[in-house]
T-cell receptor, first 113, second 116 residues
Framework: GDSVTQMEGPVTLSEEAFLTINCTYTATGYPSLFWYVQYPGEGLQLLLKATKADDKGSNKGFEATYRKETTSFHLEKGSVQVSDSAVYFCALSDNTNAGKSTFGDGTTLTVKP | EPEVTQTPSHQVTQMGQEVILRCVPISNHLYFYWYRQILGQKVEFLVSFYNNEISEKSEIFDDQFSVERPDGSNFTLKIRSTKLEDSAMYFC??????????????FGEGSRLTVL
């Protein structure tokens, strides 16, 4: 079945540091890929997405590129802020069967001033 | 901005009791889901619902679980006889409308279930 593997956390960075959270996936067919963010005490919200190979999703300074050859969708940000502290989930949707999404285990990011 | 709403935000129940969690998806969405999250980490798929029937369910979604869309707006998850291990945050999500399914999920704020 489909699966998503995220780098293990937690990740602690200083403000303005560069962020990379690795994500790789296994899927049959051609999934869409997503990063969701969960701030403390809140639900998940979409951060960015990519629907086909070589697409780059971007939002709020975060970017991720859909790499079919390496089955990866790594999340990056050039300069993190304290307000970016949250749990980040990589996910894929199989685009069939009402599009069940499969999530990675989540990576907790803490940014210190 | 349209949003998914869930009630209650927190429910405490005794083991063996029935629980109903309620959700109001975004009004023009056609796909509905329940996920759960234990200990604030892994997000686990429970069930997807489309065209008034279950389209897929996970191994977690056994005979103790059921879903219903009793009217045009609500989407409910029922747990018939709760167990301690059902304690989790339950998230409702909705997605997609006619000719514009994107795979993107819109989540509610969650309902925290505590089984004692």
């Amino acid at each position: 079945g489909d699966s998503v593997t995220q780098m293990e956390g937690p990740v602690t960075l200083s403000e303005e540091a560069f962020l990379t959270i690795n994500c790789t996936y296994t899927a049959t067919g051609y999934p869409s890929l997503f990063w969701y963010v969960q701030y403390p005490g809140e639900g998940l919200q979409l951060l960015l997405k990519a629907t086909k190979a070589d697409d780059k999703g971007s939002n709020k300074g975060f970017e991720a590129t859909y790499r079919k050859e390496t089955t990866s969708f790594h999340l990056e940000k050039g300069s993190v802020q304290v307000s970016d502290s949250a749990v980040y989930f990589c996910a894929l949707s199989d685009n069939t069967n009402a599009g069940k999404s499969t999530f990675g285990d989540g990576t907790t990011l803490t940014v210190k001033p | 901005e349209p949003e998914v709403t869930q009630t209650p935000s927190h429910q405490v129940t005794q083991m063996g009791q029935e629980v109903i969690l309620r959700c109001v998806p975004i009004s023009n969405h056609l796909y509905f889901y329940w996920y759960r999250q234990i200990l604030g980490q892994k997000v686990e798929f429970l069930v997807s619902f489309y065209n008034n029937e279950i389209s897929e369910k996970s191994e977690i979604f056994d005979d103790q679980f059921s879903v219903e869309r009793p009217d045009g707006s609500n989407f409910t998850l029922k747990i018939r006889s709760t167990k301690l291990e059902d304690s989790a945050m339950y998230f409702c999500a909705s997605s997609g409308g006619p000719n514009r399914y994107t795979g993107e999920l819109f989540f509610g704020e969650g309902s925290r279930l505590t089984v004692l």
